[in-house]
């Protein structure tokens, strides 16, 4: 928990919402030894928890008695059901009840990103998956989503950022390919690009971006007749409104409901047999553009020859909320209704 950092401002209530600043105020004055019990819970099944370690962070950080505080936790990677709870903490409100929205916050990011993380790992393993989620999010949000996504089963990641927080020897340091700006900047000229790369970064394995001019087939083969076994692999990211040359130039070949859009089956397929035609069967296929959990294990039914997934935006919708509720005044059960205490024997008393 020591790389958690937080914002002065937490402690002056100036992430809360209003209301939660005015029942500390209410609670002060009219009932300041009510001890009660708040359980943070969620609502669908098979959810990965992530953000435990950071809600301990935040309570030691923010609240000046958490020593005096009684907090149960589940730990980040377990998975749970709808309504159980994730976290459990009795104290006075006024030393804890007003996170109450952080600490949602918090769980709802980061069990999302564990558990969207997680989908895609089920599927296709965390050899062939790559975290590229640099440009899915605001920047600053990298260290925790890196790991919320390592807690799912990541273990490949494209920034430095992305690694903060993860306390993992296997887990090695990012090592890119090549974006569309260096491409452009070479006239688009793919293969003096790659070229320009390969001499730069000798020691790298070498991936070539081949989509540029939307002609995967022809610029794969040029690359590859040029490094032959110096190339490792090349990667398709055609846009999901565009249609490759081959596959415009073939169309009638293939189903009239066939989706060629994009980074298609039909199109990895056609990369995949020009590469093989010329002898080049040792060129990986890495892709990227619009993959999910759903596209990849449709993908992995057909056997598409794919050998590995670059995903990043489906990886940080926040699509699980979390709620926090009191349900226990001075060990008796009080709580809105439909909201009860629910017991959890895997919770674990935590002791700081």
Same mark, same amino acid.
């Given at each position: 928990?020591?790389?958690?950092?937080?914002?002065?401002?937490?402690?002056?209530?100036?992430?809360?919402?209003?209301?939660?600043?005015?029942?500390?105020?209410?609670?002060?004055?009219?009932?300041?030894?009510?001890?009660?019990?708040?359980?943070?819970?969620?609502?669908?099944?098979?959810?990965?928890?992530?953000?435990?370690?950071? @809600? $301990?962070?935040?309570? *030691?950080?923010?609240?000046?008695?958490?020593?005096?505080?009684?907090?149960? +936790? !589940?730990? #980040?990677?377990?998975?749970?059901?709808?309504?159980?709870?994730?976290?459990?903490?009795?104290?006075?409100?006024?030393?804890?009840?007003?996170?109450?929205?952080?600490?949602?916050?918090?769980?709802?990011?980061?069990?999302?990103?564990?558990?969207?993380?997680?989908?895609?790992?089920?599927?296709?393993?965390?050899?062939?998956?790559?975290?590229?989620?640099?440009?899915?999010?605001?920047?600053?949000?990298?260290?925790?989503?890196?790991?919320?996504?390592?807690?799912?089963?990541?273990?490949?990641?494209?920034?430095?950022?992305?690694?903060?927080?993860?306390?993992?020897?296997?887990?090695?340091?990012?090592?890119?390919?090549?974006?569309?700006?260096?491409?452009?900047?070479?006239?688009?000229? @793919? $293969?003096?690009?790659? *070229?320009?790369?390969?001499?730069?970064?000798?020691?790298?394995?070498?991936? +070539? !971006?081949? #989509?540029?001019?939307?002609?995967?087939?022809?610029?794969?083969?040029?690359?590859?007749?040029?490094?032959?076994?110096?190339?490792?692999?090349?990667?398709?990211?055609?846009?999901?409104?565009?249609?490759?040359?081959?596959?415009?130039?073939?169309?009638?070949?293939?189903?009239?409901?066939?989706?060629?859009?994009?980074?298609?089956?039909?199109?990895?397929?056609?990369?995949?047999?020009?590469?093989?035609?010329?002898?080049?069967?040792?060129?990986?296929?890495?892709?990227?553009?619009?993959?999910?959990?759903?596209?990849?294990?449709?993908?992995?039914?057909?056997?598409?020859?794919?050998?590995?997934?670059?995903?990043?935006?489906?990886?940080?919708?926040?699509?699980?909320?979390?709620?926090?509720?009191?349900?226990?005044?001075?060990?008796?059960?009080?709580?809105?209704?439909?909201?009860?205490?629910?017991?959890?024997?895997?919770?674990?008393?935590?002791?700081?």
């Amino acid at each position: 928990m020591k790389n958690y950092q937080f914002d002065a401002q937490v402690k002056k209530g100036y992430y809360l919402a209003d209301y939660f600043k005015k029942t500390v105020k209410i609670v002060e004055k009219y009932k300041s030894d009510a001890v009660v019990t708040m359980q943070f819970f969620q609502r669908k099944e098979n959810t990965v928890v992530c953000g435990i370690k950071q @809600v $301990l962070a935040l309570i *030691k950080f923010a609240c000046p008695n958490y020593l005096t505080l009684k907090i149960e +936790a !589940l730990d #980040d990677g377990m998975v749970v059901q709808p309504l159980e709870p994730v976290l459990k903490i009795t104290g006075h409100y006024q030393d804890f009840g007003f996170l109450e929205g952080m600490i949602d916050g918090i769980l709802a990011r980061n069990s999302s990103i564990a558990t969207n993380s997680a989908r895609v790992i089920a599927v296709v393993g965390s050899q062939r998956a790559l975290n590229m989620n640099d440009r899915a999010d605001l920047y600053l949000n990298q260290p925790f989503d890196g790991y919320a996504s390592y807690v799912g089963g990541f273990r490949q990641f494209v920034s430095e950022a992305a690694l903060e927080l993860i306390d993992d020897e296997t887990v090695k340091q990012p090592s890119g390919t090549m974006p569309h700006a260096l491409i452009q900047i070479f006239d688009g000229d @793919v $293969l003096e690009a790659t *070229k320009a790369f390969h001499e730069t970064f000798p020691d790298n394995r070498l991936v +070539a !971006l081949v #989509d540029y001019h939307n002609d995967c087939v022809n610029d794969a083969l040029k690359v590859a007749r040029y490094f032959k076994e110096k190339l490792f692999a090349i990667r398709l990211d055609t846009a999901a409104n565009l249609v490759d040359q081959t596959l415009s130039k073939t169309k009638d070949q293939y189903p009239e409901d066939a989706k060629l859009n994009g980074v298609s089956e039909y199109l990895v397929v056609a990369v995949r047999e020009a590469l093989n035609q010329e002898g080049f069967n040792h060129v990986k296929i890495i892709v990227s553009s619009g993959f999910n959990a759903e596209k990849i294990a449709d993908f992995e039914q057909k056997k598409i020859p794919v050998d590995l997934y670059g995903i990043g935006e489906a990886l940080v919708k926040v699509n699980i909320g979390f709620t926090g509720d009191n349900v226990a005044l001075n060990g008796q059960g009080q709580a809105k209704f439909g909201r009860e205490e629910h017991e959890n024997k895997r919770l674990k008393a935590w002791k700081w």
